[in-house]
């Protein structure tokens, strides 16, 4: 299967600071990749599709100013969370799907806020 | 918008219990995968089932596919504490879209 490789794996920020979070595809191009954000305990929320060479997709409700993504090359997503704030904290995953079934997800991104 | 209804929510037993997970919905899916996650990782791929009725083992993890391909469970034999994590199933919707709909993730705990 593919291999993902997502960091900072943990980052903690000041209040109205961006961060960038790097998602990238070791062996495998990827048109697609996904980004998640998920609460403790809860399960995976979509937030965004990463188009390569093209605007990402946003689900409903997530603001398309405050999570920027940028999808420059086939092996290399960024989510950069902008203007943070503490409610921004939450544990940000991304994945691309496989060539065949299943989907490669990284090992997530720990935000913090302060 | 298709939904995966998964239960239950919490589980805690002792190792040596049986136990058994469901995804539930009621729109068909192109292909159904468990994953499980550890705290502070992302998910990692256990299995895909793609066939209605399907049948697949991964030592003492039995998956299913519901033959209309609606549903899907998770059973685990003699369970141990290192089976301990989150386990979320996930479905890869009819025509395509790539954007998977997860069940909201059953969390297990296993005591020694």
């Known amino acids: 299967g593919a291999v993902v490789s997502q960091h900072p794996s943990r980052v903690i920020c000041k209040s109205g600071t961006s961060v960038k979070i790097e998602c990238r595809s070791l062996?495998?191009?990827?048109?697609?990749m996904f980004w998640y954000r998920q609460f403790p305990k809860q399960s995976l929320m979509l937030m965004a599709t990463?188009?390569?060479?093209?605007?990402?997709?946003?689900e409903q409700g997530v603001e398309k100013d405050k999570f920027l993504i940028n999808h420059a090359s086939l092996t290399l997503s960024t989510l950069t969370v902008t203007s943070a704030h503490p409610e921004d904290s939450s544990f940000y995953i991304c994945?691309?799907?496989?060539?065949?079934?299943?989907?490669?997800f990284g090992s997530g991104t720990r935000l913090t806020v302060v | 918008t298709q939904l995966l209804e998964q239960s239950p929510q919490f589980l805690s037993i002792q190792e040596g219990e049986n136990l058994t997970v469901y995804c539930n919905s009621s729109?068909?899916?192109?292909?159904l995968q468990w994953y499980r996650q550890e705290p502070g990782e992302g998910p990692v791929l256990l299995v895909t089932?793609?066939?209605?009725?399907e049948v697949k083992k991964l030592k003492r993890l039995t998956f299913q596919f519901g033959d209309a391909r609606k549903d899907s469970s998770l059973h685990i034999t003699a369970a141990q504490p290192g089976d301990t994590g989150l386990y979320l199933c996930?479905?890869?919707?009819?025509?395509?879209?790539?954007?998977?709909?997860f069940g909201k993730g059953t969390k297990l705990t296993v005591n020694p």
């Open positions: 729109s068909v899916f192109s292909s």
């Open positions: 996930a479905g890869d919707p009819q025509g395509g879209s790539e954007k998977l709909v």
């Open positions: 062996d495998f191009q990827a048109t697609t």
């Open positions: 990463s188009n390569e060479g093209s605007k990402a997709t946003y």
């Open positions: 089932v793609v066939t209605g009725g």
């Open positions: 994945s691309i799907p496989g060539l065949f079934y299943g989907y490669t």
